[in-house]
């Protein structure tokens, strides 16, 4: 049989409804290659090995009567160690600090397990999910599978890595300015953040609940939809039906003529400029967007001092109690953010709403925002980390709005380049549909190569 790790969920699921493969066989193979693969990575911090075996044993009991809950169901995953798994320690990239071992799921859990996945285990994560290298002082780094040495991203890498290595079907991450694109961008697969509000953030722990998401990363935007149908189930705003298949013969891109004012890596710039000739040649129509209260560095700084301060009133207690849980890089950020001036934060807070209005309102005239994910490829852990990571990806968190991030082209190293989608507020579908027909010709072209790099974390 050949390798099961190497089916998408679409395909794995098909093959487990009609009998071809099990459950029981599925999370065997994963389970095989994390004891191969993950000491390279190390993209777990905790695992469920037998009881993902007895998952999966549940999940081909129930086919075996003819009752299967959702696509989902026998399908290996694997979250993100700020999100909530009864009897496994939520550390949330964070030394011990009290009871972090929770007896109740987070609510996308429960619907992971109301759907019938496999859970595999928790995922590594930069401290407190606020950085985006996941160089962890706690749980130690994780590398980035097509380049042993370079950051996975942040602050869900041990999510983005673990989708890429295929050590898990697909992961659940957080995403508050880019914390689960950023890892997609750099890992080579495809990352989903949700409107903001619409999948549940009960059971995981906060860094800043205005701008918080949950979300999916997987090999493939179909298995995107796919998680994010269960993630969402709980949802009241999802409940609305869904059209059948949004139009996609007249889509208008929208390209931000504030672009240049980030500075972008050369193979990045040219890999997006390859990406519009595409998006035009399936004759989708480009228009240029002028935010004129955007400046990238201002609203940089916004997201990052209300996160901060956010975070201190979050992790305030522990802080107090538990000293040796916080790095100090970690506690000088929540410092920092605690005594910002009071006048400091209304004006970051103005500055957030400014530029998500501006987005939502130029989302009236375009359907989808177009942009590369990140300003530039993987870097090396030994290099400062460039503080421009999150400039593309904010904006779609300011606004609340669902972003999508898939890849678009490889440097000359092979080294992943991401291009992001911006969708209007409820409008994941329509952008998910848009983000399959642009994806489908980068993962044809260059699954294989993908390949040979990530099986190089196994052979080191």
């Known amino acids: 049989m050949s390798d099961l790790t190497n089916l998408t969920i679409a395909d794995a699921s098909l093959r487990l409804a009609h009998g071809e493969i099990s459950s029981a066989d599925l999370t065997e193979a994963y389970l095989a290659r994390i004891a191969a693969v993950d000491p390279a990575l190390n993209c777990y911090v905790s695992s469920r090995i037998e009881d993902a075996r007895a998952d999966a044993r549940d999940a081909d009991a129930r086919r075996a009567r003819g009752e ?14 700020n999100i909530d798994v009864v009897g496994v320690p939520t550390t949330n990239g964070m030394g011990p600090h009290g009871n972090t071992v929770p007896d109740r799921d987070a609510e996308v859990t429960r619907c992971l397990r109301e759907a019938g996945a496999v859970i595999l285990g928790k995922l590594n994560m930069h401290e407190g999910a606020l950085g985006g290298t996941t160089d962890n002082p706690h749980h130690g780094r994780t590398q980035n599978p097509w380049r042993l040495g370079f950051t996975p991203g942040g602050s869900s890498g041990g999510t983005g890595a ?24 750099y890992c080579g697969v495809a990352g989903l953040k949700p409107t903001h509000g619409v999948v ?17 990363i997987a090999h493939c935007v179909a298995d995107l939809g796919l998680m994010f149908d269960v993630m969402a189930s709980s949802s009241e705003a ?3 039906p869904a059209p059948e298949r949004p139009e996609l013969t007249r889509v208008t891109c929208g390209i931000l003529a504030n672009l240049d ?3 972008m890596d050369a193979e990045v710039r040219s890999a997006f400029t390859r990406s519009i000739a595409t998006i035009e040649a399936l004759g989708w129509s480009i228009r240029r967007i002028d935010l004129p ?10 997201g990052l001092v209300v996160c901060e301060a956010d975070g201190a009133v979050i992790h305030e207690r522990a802080m107090r109690d538990w000293p040796g849980a916080f790095s100090c890089e970690f506690r000088r950020m929540l410092e920092y953010g605690r005594d910002a001036a009071r006048e400091r934060l209304i004006k970051a807070e103005r500055v957030i709403e400014s530029v998500g209005s501006e987005i939502r309102r130029a989302l009236r005239d375009v359907d989808v925002i177009v942009s590369p994910t990140t300003p530039q490829p993987a870097f090396p852990f030994d290099d400062p980390a460039p503080v421009s990571q999150a400039d593309f990806t904010a904006i779609a968190s300011f606004a609340g709005c669902p972003a999508v991030s898939i890849p678009c082209g490889l440097t000359r190293t092979d080294l992943p380049i991401g291009l992001q989608l911006v969708g209007p507020p409820m409008g994941e579908r329509a952008l998910l549909a848009a ?11 260059h699954s294989a190569r993908r390949e040979v790099n990530a099986r190089s974390a196994r052979d080191h």
Do not use: N, Q
């Open 200 to 216: 549940s953030t009960r059971g995981v722990v906060p860094l800043s609940r205005r701008l918080d998401t949950v979300g999916p």
């Open 435 to 445: 983000a399959r027909v642009r994806s489908s010709l980068w993962f044809c072209r």
């Open 238 to 240: 999802t409940r609305r």
């Open 261 to 263: 004012l980030i500075e």
């Open 68 to 81: 299967r809950r959702s696509a989902l169901d026998g399908i290996p995953v694997a979250l993100k160690d």
């Open 162 to 185: 673990a989708v890429a290595a295929r050590l898990c079907a697909a992961g659940i991450g957080t995403d508050t300015l880019g914390s689960v694109r950023l890892p997609a961008a």
């Open 293 to 302: 209260e955007y400046d990238p560095i201002t609203a940089r700084r916004a």
